[in-house]
């Protein structure tokens, strides 16, 4: 890494706000003289873009959630929401209508103010498919929202720091999809400017700001010093993007990065044991699957897919690539999760099982297909290729001959979406604690499309489909864990993944990195983390 030259600039006096995440003191803060500090940041993959509004993999949301702000946030260590860019709000009785009032004297990186007419902006540009700045899929819209402009009726501006969202009909999980990383807001006159390639050219409200990005390199952001909520305690923050996770490893202990995620479960007690590195555990809200393609023979059979659900021993593979740190799944839901649904019993490791479904279903001597594999480390799963080898010998042992398949991160991501894939690994972790985010943005029947899918198994029941939106617009939790306990039930029989593995993700750090909290969403925003010099 080059050397920093260092230089004064303000810091923080001691008393500071509570207000958590990427938000922070509703005051300025008085300053001191300090040292400028930088903090290097080593993860597996490069961004797919930086507009938040049009990415869904973790990659992206690492880079943005230091750039923008929601109208509403989580907790710095769990998913209950708090105010954001919205200071606060309420609810009609009917659940219909939310008014939320503004936070003023907020600005944008380029200088422009931060206002209802900007969240309205934002808000037309999601929903409307005809809108002049739709540029892109806006998956995560349609995935929480139920399609353009999906549940959403209206936004209104009721005045410059009041704006109204009315909804067609009561979505239970509302604010808490609006807290998203996907949901922030961006300048209107950076897209303004920028058009189709305003995700190279990001401009948000919070405490760092887009410098520039070097592909498959880094990207570097500046502090914000107009920041609403004070001065961020670094200079400069970098995200290198370094795919091996052995040699983001070493670049840690060289000292040469400051944090960096997906260890090798091998590597957590060389972590462990190193005076100066520290090890930090992510909170597990996470499921790594083997989709098959429904739609494609012969999964559109479902004693193949039972066979396949059998044949492979995922005992084994936590016991292999996870260093004890993860537990086999059984349900697409982790169980961390309200509604989880621990009376299912799982598909027990049995090849002959596999093999007698096989041959029931007409394939007495197997058949041949691909096995796609992700190219570089995700939480849920640290070390994908190694995975996959291990599932194409489960696979050939009961007459399945798997070719193994990869793309580079963004096409693999795109070819999942268009369903070009047979046998597809991937894997996700939960935005905002609401079961939502699992089945019915992964498994029902409305995420299905292909070209945008995030249901990369193209499954399509009626009843799950039923059962989960009777969930989004029922308000009262326990009559929604039993329609989430029960769609699990179908979606179990019906076998469209092999849910494999329920990861708790270990991340490190030089000893001298204060008050980073990894969050169980998966990325946070580095605010108030610190660093000893």
Not at 244 to 263: C, F, H, P, Q
Not at 271 to 280: E, F, G, H, S, T
Not at 520 to 532: I, L, Q
Request: with cysteine.
């Amino acid at each position: 890494m080059r050397k920093i030259k260092v230089v004064s600039f303000l810091v923080l006096l001691a008393f500071v706000f509570t207000l958590t995440a990427c938000g922070g003191n509703t005051a300025k803060n008085e300053t001191k003289e300090t040292k400028e500090k930088v903090f290097v940041f080593a993860k597996s993959g490069d961004p797919v873009g930086l507009d938040p509004a049009n990415v869904t993999d973790g990659e992206s949301i690492y880079v943005t959630q230091q750039i923008f702000e929601t109208l509403v946030k989580y907790k710095d260590d769990n998913t209950e929401v708090v105010p954001g860019l919205a200071e606060s709000w309420e609810t009609s009785k009917d659940g219909l209508t939310w008014t939320f009032h503004l936070r003023k004297g907020v600005k944008f990186h380029d200088g422009t103010p931060f206002n209802a007419e900007a969240v309205k902006f934002n808000f037309d540009r999601w929903m409307n498919k005809n809108n002049p700045y739709h540029h892109g899929e806006f998956e995560y819209y349609g995935y929480m929202f139920g399609g353009y402009p999906g549940v959403i009726k209206e936004v209104k501006v009721v005045d410059e720091y009041t704006v109204q969202i009315t909804l067609k009909t009561p979505l239970a999980p509302f604010l808490s999809n609006l807290a998203m990383p996907s949901f922030a807001i961006s300048s209107p006159e950076a897209i303004k400017k920028y058009g189709q390639d305003y995700f190279k050219h990001p401009v948000g409200t919070g405490p760092f700001k887009f410098v520039e990005w070097k592909k498959d390199d880094r990207v570097v952001l500046e502090r914000f010093d107009e920041y609403w909520g004070g001065k961020a305690n670094f200079a400069k923050v970098i995200f290198r993007t370094i795919p091996d996770n052995s040699a983001r490893l070493m670049e840690l202990k060289s000292g040469n990065v400051d944090a960096i995620t997906d260890i090798n479960p091998d590597d957590v007690e060389a972590v462990k044991n190193d005076p100066n590195l520290q090890l930090l555990l992510r909170p597990s809200m996470n499921v790594g699957y083997l989709a098959m393609n429904t739609e494609k023979k012969p999964f559109d059979n479902v004693k193949v897919r039972q066979a396949i659900n059998y044949a492979i021993n995922k005992k084994a593979l936590v016991d292999a690539f996870y260093g004890g740190l993860a537990k086999p799944a059984k349900n697409p839901l982790p169980p961390s999760l309200w509604g989880y649904n621990d009376e299912i019993q799982d598909y027990e490791y049995d090849p002959a099982k596999a093999k007698a479904l096989l041959a029931e279903a007409g394939y007495p001597n197997g058949f041949t297909t691909t096995l796609w594999a992700m190219p570089v480390a995700r939480p849920y799963m640290p070390q994908p290729k190694q995975i996959a080898e291990a599932i194409q010998k489960d696979l050939e042992a009961v007459g399945i001959k798997a070719k193994i398949v990869t793309y580079d991160w963004a096409t693999y991501l795109k070819k999942g979406e268009n369903g070009e894939h047979d046998l597809y690994l991937l894997g996700w972790t939960g935005d905002n604690g609401d079961p939502d985010n699992f089945l019915y943005v992964l498994l029902d029947k409305d995420n299905a499309k292909k070209g945008s899918a995030s249901n990369v198994a193209f499954y399509k029941n009626d009843k799950v489909h039923e059962l989960l939106i009777k969930a989004q617009q029922e308000s009262d939790q326990t009559k929604r864990a039993e329609y989430y306990k029960e769609a699990q039930v179908i979606i179990h029989n019906d076998a469209p993944w092999v849910p494999l593995v329920h990861s708790t993700p270990p991340v490190a750090a030089r000893k001298s990195v204060k008050n980073w909290i990894p969050h169980p969403t998966g990325s946070e925003c580095f605010f108030k983390v610190d660093k000893e010099e």
